[in-house]
């Protein structure tokens, strides 16, 4: 499967906002600079982590999410053992779709999510249980 770029994204999404009144993309004629807007980092290849203004953009297109919690600790991998940085940086590699890393609060406890904006991936990750399994199981079929 060949994955759409980043301007790919752009331009998907602007086309979305060209009817939304709200839109305050309307008049952005560099779509260079929404990368790096959008984007956490503007080169191609480097993972399709979204910046907060990133994902406003897709909310605002309507475009189709799913809020995945990162579940419980597993006995194979936890917060511990995998270094944030590495974490981030396997996301970018195995995570083949546009993606936000969030908090949120779930009884005053902080909860943290992905929220994926590919159907396939979200199935995947909810089949294995938590996105460390899943990172795993894709990680051992290289």
Same mark, same amino acid.
């Given at each position: +499967? ?7 994204? *752009?331009?998907? *999404? ?13 008049? =952005?004629?560099? $779509?260079?600079? !929404?990368? /790096? ?27 189709? =999410?799913?809020?995945?919690? /990162?579940? @419980? $600790? &597993?006995?194979? +991998? ?7 940085? @590495? ?13 936000? *890393? ?7 406890? @902080? ?8 159907? $396939?991936?979200?199935? +995947? !990750? &909810?089949?294995?249980?938590?996105? =460390?399994?899943? !990172?795993?199981? *894709?990680?051992? &079929? @290289?």
């Amino acid at each position: +499967m060949i994955y759409p770029n980043k301007l790919e994204y *752009v331009n998907k *999404v602007l086309q979305e906002l060209q009817s939304n009144p709200d839109n305050p993309w309307r008049n =952005h004629t560099d $779509k260079e600079k !929404l990368i /790096f807007e959008w984007f956490i980092t503007a080169r191609q290849g480097d993972g399709l982590r979204l910046t907060d203004a990133g994902v406003n953009a897709f909310k605002l297109a309507n475009i189709e =999410h799913y809020d995945i919690e /990162f579940g @419980k $600790k &597993t006995n194979r +991998m936890s917060y511990a053992t995998l270094a944030w940085q @590495k974490f981030i940086l396997e996301l970018n590699d195995k995570i083949r779709s546009p993606y936000y *890393v969030g908090i949120k609060l779930v009884d005053n406890n @902080k909860q943290p999510y992905i929220r994926l904006y590919d159907e $396939k991936i979200a199935m +995947m !990750l &909810t089949l294995y249980g938590d996105i =460390h399994s899943y !990172l795993e199981s *894709v990680r051992s &079929t @290289k």
